[in-house]
């Protein structure tokens, strides 16, 4: 196989595994939570997927 090929088909796996494990992360913190604390879970979420990514 092309390393190119293998090398795009890693990084949009990758994607899809950490946008799976986002939506799972928030559905499972969104369960029990009371409309008021729903705004600061999707914010930590949201901090947490940035540190991942590299940009803060």
């Known amino acids: 196989m092309d390393p190119v090929l293998v090398a ?3 990084g949009v796996l990758m994607l899809l595994i950490v946008a799976c ?3 799972l992360v928030v559905r499972s913190a969104l ?3 009371e409309s008021k604390d ?3 879970i ?3 979420v949201a901090e947490v997927l940035r ?3 590299g940009k803060r």
């Open 8 to 10: 795009a088909a890693c």
């Open 21 to 23: 494990a986002a939506v």
């Open 31 to 33: 369960g029990g939570a």
């Open 38 to 40: 729903r705004a600061r």
């Open 42 to 44: 999707l914010v930590a």
């Open 51 to 53: 540190a991942l990514r």
